[in-house]
Structures are given as structure tokens and as C-alpha cells.
């Protein structure tokens, strides 16, 4: 998709972040209890490595892994399948918001106001919003608030 045919990006916090090498996390709605122990292992090592992460945090187990995520140091990108300009930032994310570690990105208008499955199709899709494979980076479509 060229950067001419892709909507205009909303963004609030560090675009710099787009620079890094992002490493998306998805998870599924349900997930088995084994997996579950498992997904925090791993949203715990990746905050210890300070791994760079972009996603939709979503799903409640997204919720949870952007949790200890966010009590890390390293940059986190989040991509809500809903539009960002009336959203209310959660308190959790001010700190790292304020130390430019964190960037919420959306391409979807003010009207989007609660995240849908079809919103959360786009969201994914190739070409969507932003990082390493999956995503694309439109510079020049960005829009800071």
C-alpha cells in the first residue's frame, strides 16, 4: 500500500519509537492455563532483555503482559483497535508516557470509539499500523497530538 492511500495516523507519546526494532505480541482471547504461565514467563523476559514491543493489548492477557511491561525501561508501542483522540490515557501509562518510552498510535477516526473485531482486523492486517514484519511505517502519514 503506498504512504499515499494509508489514512492518517493519530499518535500521542514518542514517535521516535518507530525507529526501534519492534517485536509484536498477540494473543489469543482464550487461552489455556498452561499458556498462560508461559505468556507471563515471556512478557517478563522480554521487560528483563528490554525487548522493544508493539501491540494491541487487547485481549486480557495482552492487558496483563502491558502491565509488566510498562514497569520496565524499555520503549512500547500500543496500537488500540479504536481512535485515540478522546481516549483517556490510563494512569499506568503516564510515567512512561512523561520518560518518552511509550507511543499509542491508531489509525482509526475520533468516532471509533470502542475497539471492534472488524477495527481490530484492520489493526492486524499487513500494512496497518507500524513495526517489524506485519506492519508498515508511514512517515509522512503520521499526525502528532
Known sequence: MSLEAQPKMKSKGNLSLLEEPLTALFCSQRCPGDLILKTYDLARAMREARVPVVGGFQTPMEKECLRLLLRGSQPVVVCPARGIDNMRIPRDWHTPLAEDRLLVLSPFP????????????????PGGVAGEPGFHRPRRALQQD
Not at 110 to 125: C, I, M
Open 110 to 125: 475520533a468516532t471509533a470509539r470502542r475497539p471492534t473485531a472488524e477495527l481490530s482486523v484492520q489493526r492486524n492486517n
